[in-house]
Every structure is written in structure tokens, then in C-alpha cells.
């Protein structure tokens, strides 16, 4: 893995500076909605956000239609935002109808379950109580054991991007424990071909937006890297390809 | 707050030798079973673990049976436990009748299912799709908002326990950042009793055992302050008298 902290610093001022010459995402203030027709969904967030992606992926899995309520900078921080859309001054929300959900992951499986009829099915699997406590332990898994993923594109990009100095020392330590990790992830994907079975849940598309930033703007070869895990490449290279993914990997679109 | 390393390391040195005191868990080998009848519920872990106390207080929640079967110290290290038991080497894992469960999260949510009509009723709830998002913000919440809460009780207990050193920069550091997490919950719960609504859930439960650490071991005030955040002090003061909890906080039972 090369993961310079000068490298890191560069390739993120790069990333960010290309997105600027493509021009922030447009300002959506009109919804397009006609009589006796269900407003559309709103996505408030950041089209570059990993969590606003997360929940754009699942959105473009299940083909449900949505515009995007830009949120960027310091907007979510305001007392008033704090009080009326999410209390830990976070995005994304979404707004359906007058219904308002936080945190990304509830948001995606709330998609996938209002949606469950189109687009790609079996996101959240239809099964017994066993299957369903593999899909649980795949999500949980995505929200603990894939943690180091986080906290490393957070000391060696946002960290730095916010005016702070990416600690080499922190970056190896969470490298280190995430390769552990991965070796795990290697053993289950080398039994099933998805970490819940053999088809794709919202748990493999969970962990899509932090594995293509390790991985394209970190240029960490954790999760391509064929020789030392050969299951999570595989998994990498299949989940990062989907068109949901292709779809928001750039920005997530003003609207779908 | 109030956390010196000095205290927290004897603190939790104390705590450790009164457990000593009070003997080790029993080693369980044989299993309670009769012809035509399912074998109880087995649960692999330690009796002073957050991660198997989460279980657990599920577990008595849902009025379940089970058999705790020692995994302690560096029993779950092992490569063969890793191939067949829980490939990331850790404890808990449920067992029941050749089924094979882990993360501490999916196995409370496996027994909640399961033994849906027993026991503590509503623990995930049975509503429409508007109240199951409100359930998977809330479950979204423990793993992701209060995760400096489980960040902290390493730096101040575990870490020190293994010989580390607990850096008081990186505790004042999570201190500050899970004080601003709690006004939020603070906000959340000055609107409903509990996270998800008036009804206790999974969600709420599954934050008790670092809630109690932070308070009882660490000597934190964050969750008890009622001057600051009564709602917080109100809602750790419920969840923390449940009988599930008195049941296990002093170490899990070799059965029940």
C-alpha cells in the first residue's frame, strides 16, 4: 500500500479542484410535482459526500426516481438545520412527502423496502430468520468491522482537506487493522460470492463509497490487490462496477 | 468528567480483581438436551464482555434460555477458531442447533425475531414503513453516533488493561465529541421516551453496555448530568434498571 501523506494530500486537492471546474451541482429549488401525484423524493446532501453517494447507489439500484437538495459546506451546521432536519448536523436526509430520514444506512434500507418491487431485488433478502441473520451480520459487519476504511480516508484525506496534518503513524495503525480485517473478508467471500450469500445485498453496496476512495484517491491496493486476497478483489472489482455506482462515483446528479 | 488515567487504570484493575474474586465463569461442556426437544441456545463469549452483555441482556429481555460457553483471553485468536468460528476472532458468537451467528448486533436482532412473541414485547417494532425507518435511524445511531463512547472505553480502560497507555488528548479529544453527540440525543429525546418512539427498541438496549462503563467504571458524568441533559440522565437512568441489565452487568451467568 503507498499512502504518502503528500500523496494523499495531492491526489485529494486534485480530486476536489476537478469537481470545482466541473461546476457545483446546480441549486434545486422547484419540486416537479402535479396534482394527485406523490411528490418526489428529496435527497438533501452533498453530490461529492460519501454518504450522499451511499444512498444515491441504493436509490439507482431500486430506480426510484429523486432530486438532489444540494447541502454543502457549513449549512449543516447551522441551529436551525440542527433543530428541524438532523439533529447531529449531518447529511444526507431524505424527505418523502413530508417524512424526513436520517442516517444512511436507514435511508437505504428505507428505499430498498418502499421499492421492493422494482429494480434490483433481493437487496434486503426475503428469507427465513437464518438468511436474515446473515444479511444482518453483513450490515453490521459493514458498520464495525470496515470501520478502519472510515477513519482512514478521514486522517488522510478530510483531515488534511480541513486544515489539519495527516498523522503518518495513525495511517499505517489503521492500514495495518484493516488489512486484518480483509483477510477475514477474504475467508467469507471465499465461500459465498456476496458477504451475505450469493447475491448482492445492501450490505455489499454499503460499503462501496469508502472502498473506491481507498482505493482511487488514496491509491491504497487493500481491496484490488489479486495475489494477497483474492475473494475481495474479486467482490471490489464486481460491486464498484455496477452502474448505480458509476452512476454517483463522480457527483450524485441534481437529479434521477 | 472526570478521567485521569491514574483512576481509570486503577478503577478498572479493581473492577477486574473483584471479578477474579467472585470466581470464573464455569466452564460449560455438556449440553442440556433431551430427545425431541430443540437444544438450547448457546452463547460463546466472555462473562465480562460489552459485546456478549449486549447479547445477553437481550437474551433476558426475550425470556430466551441459553448456555454461555467460556471463549476467554486469547481463545478466540486462534486460527482455528478463526476458520470455524468467527473469522475476525471475536467473541460472541450464538450457536443455535448448528447455526452459527455473529456481530453482537445481528445475533440481539436474531433473538428478538425469533422469540418474537415472548418476553419484552415490541424490542423491533411491528409497524409500517415510516415507523421501521425511525427503528433503523435508531439502530444506526448506537453503531455510528455513539461510537466515541465504545472509542473512549478503550482509550481510558481497555488499552491500559493491555498494557498500553491511555493518552489523555485522544480522551479529551472522544470526551468532547460524544458530549456534542448527546446534546443531539438530548434533542431526540425530549421528543419521545425512547429513540425510536415511546416504546423501548433494540436501538436503545443495545447502547447500555458502554453507557454503563462510561458511568460506572470511567466515572463520566456525560450521560448522567441531568443539568445539562436531562433527557439523556432520564433515558440512561430507565435503561440501565432493566432487569436484563441488573441480570448481567456483574458478569453474564453461566445459564439462564
Known amino acids: 500500500m503507498h499512502l504518502s501523506p503528500l500523496k494523499q494530500r495531492h491526489s485529494y486537492f486534485e480530486f476536489i479542484s476537478n469537481l470545482t471546474r466541473l461546476g ?10 402535479t396534482p394527485n401525484e406523490t411528490p418526489m423524493l428529496k ?8 454518504c450522499t453517494k451511499r444512498v444515491a447507489t441504493i436509490l439507482f439500484e431500486k430506480a426510484a426516481h429523486f432530486e438532489l437538495v444540494p447541502v454543502v459546506g457549513a449549512a449543516s451546521k447551522s441551529a436551525e438545520y440542527k433543530a428541524t432536519m ?3 448536523g449531518q447529511i444526507p436526509v431524505l424527505e418523502d412527502d413530508g417524512y424526513f430520514l436520517y442516517e444512511s444506512r436507514a435511508i ?4 430498498a423496502e418502499k421499492y421492493r418491487d422494482q429494480g434490483t431485488m433481493g ?13 444482518e451480520c453483513a450490515l453490521s459487519m459493514e458498520a464495525t468491522q470496515f470501520l478502519p476504511a472510515e477513519l482512514l480516508a478521514y486522517e488522510a484525506a478530510f483531515k488534511p482537506f480541513k486544515g489539519g496534518k495527516t498523522d503518518p503513524a495513525e495511517v499505517a495503525r489503521l492500514t495495518s487493522e484493516l488489512a486484518a480485517k480483509l483477510d477475514a473478508y477474504d475467508q ?7 458477504l451475505a450469500g450469493d447475491s448482492i445485498t445492501l450490505a455489499d453496496l454499503y460499503h462501496i463509497p469508502y472502498a473506491d476512495m481507498l482505493t482511487n484517491l488514496l491509491k491504497s491496493d487493500l481491496l484490488t490487490n489479486e495475489a494477497a486476497r483474492p475473494n475481495v478483489a474479486r467482490w471490489y472489482h464486481d460491486i464498484t462496477s455496477r452502474p448505480s455506482w458509476l452512476a454517483v462515483k463522480n457527483g450524485v446528479p441534481a437529479s434521477a
Open 123 to 135: 437487496l434486503i433478502p426475503n428469507g427465513d430468520l437464518k438468511e436474515m441473520g446473515r444479511f
Open 86 to 88: 438532523q439533529p447531529f
Open 24 to 33: 457545483k451541482p446546480p441549486l434545486v429549488t422547484t419540486t416537479t410535482t
Open 188 to 194: 467469507i467471500l471465499g465461500k459465498t460470492k456476496y
Open 108 to 111: 437505504g434500507r428505507y428505499i
Open 43 to 50: 435527497l438533501h446532501g452533498d453530490a461529492r459526500s460519501t
